[in-house]
């Protein structure tokens, strides 16, 4: 079965610090991978997907970026945060780019201080 | 402008009672709808889809709705549970062209219930 692990789970970083945050997928071959951003009182906010390696689509103009390395690796990550970056952060995969479900890990949760 | 708009925005009801979540949506072109449930500090879990020509669907004590005319879909929980307690969301799909890439997808902000003894 399909597994998807996102970490670290919580996160507490100074304003000007970096930022990596991490997600694998196990059990499938080439997902469709995701990076949302929950805000209190929002939608989750679509930051950035990746139909293949390498390939990387932003939605959103940020301080974030998003990298591939490997095909089921989505890694997030900032040079210096900024307190407006603080929020719960969702990875997530799919198998059909426009129609299918989203299968999202368990979240992390970031607060810029 | 897509739109979800999800109502009520909290809800409290005793356990074994019934409840009704509404979603009114203005995605276009309309692909399909999704509810999820997520509960505090977790990753949204899909409950059910709805396609076009779906009225209804069940799942469980879930049972989906969709007017596509009206373009409403509303999500019905029978019997709640105490483990009912979560935010539901409504996701509403847009078809992309063919040079169109990644999941266009509209998130309604949710409803938060919350189910009591």
């Known amino acids: 079965s399909q597994t998807i692990h996102q970490w670290p789970a919580t996160l507490v970083q100074p304003v000007g610090s970096p930022l990596s945050l991490e997600c694998t997928v196990e059990g499938t071959s080439n997902p469709n991978l995701y990076w949302y951003r929950q805000a209190a009182g929002r939608g989750l906010q679509l930051l950035f997907y990746s139909v293949g390696i390498g390939q990387i689509s932003s939605e959103v103009p940020q301080n974030l970026s998003a990298s591939r390395p490997q095909d089921r690796q989505f890694i997030l990550s900032s040079k210096k945060l900024l307190l407006s970056d603080s929020g719960f952060y969702l990875c997530a995969w799919s198998v059909l780019v426009n129609t299918g479900e989203l299968f999202f890990g368990e979240g992390s949760r970031l607060t810029v201080l | 402008k897509n739109q979800v708009e999800q109502s009520p925005q909290s809800l409290i009801i005793l356990e074994g009672k019934n409840c009704t979540l509404q979603?009114?949506?203005?995605?276009?072109?309309?692909?399909?709808l999704r509810w999820y449930k997520q509960d505090t500090g977790r990753g949204p879990v899909s409950l059910t889809i709805m396609t076009f020509s779906e009225n209804t669907k069940s799942n469980g004590r879930y049972t989906a709705t969709l007017d596509a005319d009206t373009k409403q879909s509303s999500l019905h929980i029978t019997a709640s549970q105490l483990s009912d307690s979560a935010s539901y969301i409504c996701?509403?799909?847009?078809?992309?062209?063919?040079?169109?890439?990644?999941?266009?997808?509209?998130f309604g902000t949710g409803t938060q219930l919350k189910v009591e003894l």
């Open positions: 979603c009114n949506y203005t995605v276009s072109p309309f692909s399909n």
């Open positions: 996701v509403v799909s847009a078809r992309r062209g063919l040079t169109g890439g990644g999941n266009k997808l509209t």
